[in-house]
């Protein structure tokens, strides 16, 4: 049961502050775009300087109260000079943990060490540093929505993407533990899991050396059941203003209707895919089966 509905005027998140890690572009991005249409302050941040002082200028270009700075969320530092800078703006009401990397496809014996560890530093240290300085501030003032991102493997293992998968298994753990932690303190944490959107992260793909013919379905899979950015990020409002605890796009029900809707929109067509660059990376690697 909902507590607070969304309310049908645009100003819904009037007076509030959000902050969205990874914000730059794609659903980052988007999710900030959302925020700030329905009246909050936005808060950008993301690894590049230039691409963050970009995507404030397009949100303001739109009359959305946007700033941002650099922050690798691998960093606690950084994290913690994003959040004071969002406190300078008014008190902190929402804080999505947004930023996140694939890693190379392939079996785990032969996963380069450095990508799997930037995979962790990214998902799950990122998200550990986003929710451990924004907590004590909701739990000191008594409200806020924590939201953290979930993806593919979250609810179990994904042979080929296991640095990624395993660590989106590690985020909604994570999450239902902090949701549990903040029960009955009018802190909020939730999770999301948007689904197959079409961003740089699902069509620049790094492959091990003889795996990249097994992608060659990814476009039909993103054609089926792939979304604009914008459009995975729509719920994001209804859930920072409802008790919901999370959002799943890849339901049974959205699954038949999505991609029946997509395939009557032609999405299928060679035409209409979404661009695929894989990089294969020259290394020793096991023979195929």
């Not at 700030?36 to 959305?64: F, K």
């Amino acid at each position: 049961m909902r507590t607070r509905p969304m309310a049908p005027d645009q100003d819904i998140l009037h007076g509030r502050v959000a902050v969205v890690t990874g914000s730059s572009r794609g659903l980052g991005f988007a999710l900030a775009g959302a925020l700030g249409r329905h009246g909050a302050t936005v808060v950008l941040a993301a690894r590049s300087d230039d691409g963050v002082a970009a995507a404030v200028r397009r949100l303001r270009a739109e009359g959305i109260a946007a700033s941002g700075r650099r922050c690798d969320t691998a960093n606690l530092a950084e994290v913690e000079a994003l959040r004071d800078e969002a406190l300078g703006l008014g008190p902190l009401d929402i804080w999505i943990n947004n930023a996140g990397t694939s890693g190379v496809y392939g079996p785990t014996a032969w996963t380069p060490v450095e990508d799997f560890t930037n995979v962790v530093r990214t998902n799950i240290l990122g998200t550990f540093h986003g929710s451990r300085v924004a907590l004590p501030v909701f739990l000191e003032q008594g409200h806020g929505d924590l939201v953290n991102l979930y993806g593919q493997g979250d609810l179990g293992p994904v042979a080929l993407q296991n640095a990624y998968a395993s660590s989106k298994r590690w985020v909604r753990q994570f999450t239902e533990t902090l949701r549990l932690e903040a029960k009955g303190t009018g802190v909020r944490v939730h999770g999301m899991n948007p689904g197959l959107v079409e961003t740089a992260l699902l069509g620049r793909v790094t492959s091990q050396e003889g795996y990249q013919k097994r992608l060659s379905g990814l476009q039909v899979v993103v054609g089926l059941w792939g979304q604009k950015p914008d459009e995975a990020a729509r719920p994001i409002v209804d859930l920072v203003t409802s008790n919901a605890a999370e959002f799943r796009f890849l339901t049974r029900r959205r699954m038949v209707t999505h991609g029946l809707r997509n395939v009557l929109a032609g999405r299928l067509r060679k035409a209409n895919r979404m661009p695929l660059e894989v990089t294969v990376l020259e290394a020793p690697g096991p023979s195929l089966p």
